[in-house]
């Protein structure tokens, strides 16, 4: 019988709309899920929306509707998404439903008999928008939250407690005993740091509000959003229910993820296996704790407002661009910044140029020298064969350890070494030149037999993250489902190709200037800005002395011949020297108006071309969503140090 795989989401705020950080849990949870199916498991894979709390209340008070239809909606909504980017979840829970309240219910007053749940009073501080309570020396100056730096509010009531105290040291002792419990090990670190701090007894009911799951035995308090929320991971499932086979098979199976962000580590780490150890259900899942993708102001929220929204790219670019960017971008362990640059730059190298290309030459070659159909030449393999076969075998040894420790990025460099190296096969056996010879036909037959191979490797070991381009690359070469599994990931194994006819580009190819200015506009809404919104680190004063900053002034400035938005203006930097420098300020101001006036530039910038023309320094000017103002001054003079 099959192994089993269940792997979850966290299960999301409807707070505002879902933006790239959650997508970019969904589409990791997915591709692992796809990847399990390739291996042949039976994969089981939960979403869902957590729709309780003070939060959600507040939310929908500000819209003037009823939490549930403000629930209703987002729930409709997001799923509607997930089809859009064609996510393969089999259980889309809320927690507003009847199968989840009844088994949280029944959680609570198991832990309220056994004591494990006291009634007591609450003194504390609460922040909202982390649906978390804090003691007053936990809290930063002025009262505010350690994690999120926002005001919170005091607190006192009567409140359940949860005594996680009771479980500290056998939590411990678990996390030692099963070392791969908590991925990555960093993260792993800072649990048991936390835990050996000591835990407080956590409150787990509140009176102040009613949005929530009622206290049975008492239902003046509803259940703390966190223990309503996670158990969605069993009660999906059917625990403690008569209808319980799913928990039973994939519960308890095989392997169990729960793949979350880094932010809500402690509550998965710490909460939810005290719970499991309260409620005596075995702790079968490992946790995995991924980084976050940035923004300029920290980390990317709904309740900032400080958000890239998925479909804008879905629509421009496509499935696969953005599938491609979110698992290749983001380290493992590390933090991502989703920026123009970069996005373009992976579609355009990566996707274009090396995959997109190789299928596009092998097909094309196999047209022109064979007529679109191959066999394999059984001659002894070149050294240039054998390291490509070689390297076939290796890339899956590699790809599949580094999918079976969720290191995506990692997996799909290691396909990328597969397809540089297939590139390079062309490079190194010239098969335009044995195309020139009649009498090396089944040598050159034989390097385009091998390419063929090679790219339906690539295909399949892809099938989990590119949907869309693999099913087309497998139409391309022809080739049938037996040879797309895991299975006959082998040199050889197929053993001829017809291919169609005219090669259908797998990712065209973009113009990296305009489609980084049509992102900053459509994802960030910000015009005029020269360099996007993204995160920026701290530096020394090592790192700003290497700008050479100079007063530089305008002796002549004119439209940019292909550009709207861009100058080019030529400054006197002193020293005798005069640079051209292209600047993105035409809609704030006439060229006329520059020539004589002092500017501040970068001078030692490395060279560009911008739209075609040459721009060796830049202009410093400060910007906001209204306008733009380039730094002018009056005494300096040109050459003058600017520090
Ligand atoms: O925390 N980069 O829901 P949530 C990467 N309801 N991932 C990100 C991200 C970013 N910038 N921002 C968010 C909750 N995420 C609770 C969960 S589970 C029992 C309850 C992802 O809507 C990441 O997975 O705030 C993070 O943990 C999750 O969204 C938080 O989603």
Not at 78 to 89: E, G, H, M, N, S
Not at 95 to 124: A, N, P, S
Not at 261 to 266: A, M, V
Not at 311 to 334: A, N, S, T
Request: charged share 25%.
């Amino acid at each position: 019988m099959a192994k089993t795989f269940y792997i979850t989401t966290p299960i999301y705020y409807p707070s505002g709309k879902l933006h790239i950080g959650n997508t970019y849990t969904t589409v990791l949870c997915d591709a692992l899920k796809r990847y399990k199916e390739l291996r042949e498991f039976d994969a089981y894979y939960l979403t869902g929306m957590d729709e309780h709390g003070k939060k959600i209340e507040t939310v929908a008070n500000e819209r003037g509707i009823a939490p549930i239809e403000h629930v209703n909606e987002m729930a409709e909504e997001t799923r509607a998404l997930w089809d859009r980017l064609q996510i393969k979840y089999d259980d889309f829970i809320r927690t507003t439903e009847k199968r989840h309240k009844t088994v949280v219910q029944k959680i609570f007053e198991k832990l309220l008999d056994q004591g494990d749940i006291y009634l007591g009073t609450y003194k504390g501080y609460y922040c909202m928008p982390c649906e978390s309570f804090y003691t007053e020396t936990q809290l930063e100056d002025n009262h505010t939250c350690p994690d999120c730096g926002r005001e919170t509010s005091q607190l006192e009531e009567e409140s359940y407690f949860f005594k996680l105290s009771k479980y500290q040291k056998r939590l411990l002792q678990f996390i030692e005993q099963n070392p791969d419990f908590i991925t990555p090990e960093t993260r792993k670190n800072e649990v048991i740091a936390f835990i050996q701090q000591g835990l407080n007894d956590l409150s787990v009911s509140r009176t102040t509000f009613d949005w929530g799951i009622k206290v049975v035995s008492n239902p003046k308090h509803v259940v703390y959003v966190w223990i309503d929320a996670l158990s969605n991971y069993i009660s999906a499932l059917g625990y403690s229910t008569e209808n319980s086979q799913k928990y039973e098979r994939y519960w308890q199976g095989d392997e169990v993820i729960h793949v979350v962000g880094k932010d809500i580590l402690r509550f998965h780490a710490i909460y939810w296996p005290i719970m499991l150890m309260a409620l005596d259900v075995p702790i079968t899942f490992k946790l995995h704790a991924h980084g976050f993708y940035m923004m300029k102001d920290g980390k990317m929220s709904k309740s900032k407002g400080q958000v890239i929204y998925p479909d804008i790219i879905l629509k421009r670019y496509g499935l696969d661009e953005l599938r491609y960017f979110l698992l290749r971008e983001l380290p493992y362990g590390g933090d991502g910044v989703f920026t123009p640059e970069a996005f373009i730059e992976r579609i355009n190298f990566d996707l274009a140029n090396d995959f997109g290309n190789l299928l596009n030459r092998t097909v094309s070659m196999i047209n022109k020298y064979f007529d679109g159909t191959i066999s394999t030449k059984d001659l002894s393999p070149t050294p240039f064969d054998e390291n490509l076969t070689e390297m076939m075998a290796e890339t899956v040894k590699e790809y599949k350890k580094s999918m079976n420790n969720l290191k995506l990025a990692q997996a799909l460099q290691d396909v990328w070494r597969l397809i540089s190296r297939s590139n390079k096969y062309i490079d190194e056996t010239t098969p335009w030149v044995l195309a020139k010879d009649p009498e090396k036909k089944s040598q050159l037959e034989n390097v385009l037999y091998h390419l063929a191979e090679s790219l339906r490797h690539i295909g399949i070991l892809l099938k989990p993250i590119l949907i869309e381009a693999t099913p087309s690359l497998f139409n391309q070469l022809n080739i049938r489902d037996e040879f797309t599994s895991w299975q006959s990931l082998e040199f050889g194994k197929k053993k001829s190709y017809s291919v169609i006819k005219k090669p259908i580009p797998l990712f065209p190819r973009l113009d990296v200037e305009e489609e980084v200015e049509a992102i900053r506009e459509l994802i960030l809404g910000k015009e005029d800005h020269q360099t996007p919104e993204i995160i920026i680190p701290e530096i020394s004063i090592e790192d700003f002395v290497k700008l050479d900053l100079r007063i530089g002034k305008v002796i002549a400035s004119e439209k940019h011949p292909d550009a709207d938005k861009l100058l080019v203006s030529k400054i006197d930097i002193g020293q005798n020297q005069v640079r051209q420098i292209v600047s993105g300020i035409a809609k704030h101001y006439d060229p006329e108006s520059l020539v004589g006036k002092s500017v501040v530039v970068v001078t030692n910038l490395k060279p560009v071309k911008l739209r075609g023309v040459l721009s060796e320094g830049m202009i410093l000017a400060g910007s906001n969503k209204q306008t733009l103002e380039v730094l002018f001054t009056k005494k300096l003079n040109p050459g003058d140090a600017v520090k």
